[in-house]
């Protein structure tokens, strides 16, 4: 048989004048007491400094203190809502387990839902320039599919180098094309990433030692901000036989003229490994 529990989300007020306040977990009322679970104590270090815990577990001893669990849920709720501190609920809500873990499940959701922080989806530095420049390739039918080798002439993505570095596109026609993609457009880019994409196209020589390497740095950054983006292609430049913008229209079509002349002109390419 499955047993209801309710919850509210335990908000943080640091400074009631200002109203500032965070959600950092929650109060789930079950037949047998309340179980109080703060997991985002992270977040009050926005709002104001020092250590938490003593405050925490004050508002945890009166909260179990308060709780009441012969009273209807709204009641219980009520009563601990009395506890005057730093700390508050709101959204309130049920839910329904029958064992266990579908209860720690349940609340994993939850807290997932109204408490955890939001983050941003991770993604390698360049990915955005790089999935632009697919598409286009791809509209011209010359990206290499998930069966497709080097040696079939077409542009191959995230192409293994060396133990731990990938160029962005590699391409083999008589010469080996690599390129190594820098997305500039973030409003302070890194210079860790130009350096690591210099990497990449020193160490492309040695895949293919019997063919010449063409290596081609690819950067995207508006024309108006080269100036202040000197350092960033500084790093890279030495290691490119070309810089290639791809926010510049004429670069643009210089990049995919490489690609698609070099898949024109193909021919089955022999690999000496």
């Not at 908000?11 to 109060?27: F, K, S, T, W």
């Amino acid at each position: 048989m499955a047993t209801i529990f309710n919850y509210a989300v335990v908000q943080a007020v640091p400074d009631r004048r200002r109203g500032e306040r965070v959600n950092i977990g929650l109060m789930i009322f079950g037949p047998d007491g309340v179980e109080l679970r703060i997991s985002e104590t992270r977040k009050l270090a926005v709002l104001a400094a020092g250590s938490w815990d003593a405050d925490i577990d004050a508002f945890a001893s009166a909260v179990e203190a308060l709780d009441d669990p012969s009273l209807e849920a709204r009641e219980r709720m009520d009563r601990v809502s009395l506890v005057e501190n730093q700390f508050t609920s709101t959204s309130r809500g049920w839910f329904e387990a029958r064992k266990p873990a579908e209860y720690e499940k349940m609340v994993g959701e939850i807290v997932d839902t109204l408490v955890a922080r939001r983050r941003a989806p991770r993604s390698r530095d360049g990915s955005t320039v790089v999935a632009e420049i697919s598409a286009e390739l791809r509209g011209a039918e010359i990206l290499a599919g998930r069966d497709d080798e080097l040696r079939s002439g077409k542009v191959i993505r995230n192409f293994r180098v060396a133990d731990g570095l990938e160029a962005d596109f590699a391409q083999l026609n008589g010469q080996f094309h690599v390129a190594a993609v820098l997305d500039l457009r973030a409003n302070s880019p890194r210079l860790a990433q130009a350096a690591l994409k210099a990497v990449v196209l020193d160490r492309a020589q040695s895949v293919v030692p019997d063919y010449r390497v063409h290596k081609i740095g690819v950067f995207a950054a508006a024309p108006a901000r080269l100036g202040e983006l000197h350092d960033n292609l500084a790093i890279l430049k030495p290691y490119a036989d070309e810089l290639v913008n791809w926010e510049d229209p004429s670069d643009r079509r210089e990049l995919k003229r490489i690609f698609f002349d070099a898949y024109n002109s193909h021919s089955p390419t022999p690999l000496g490994h």
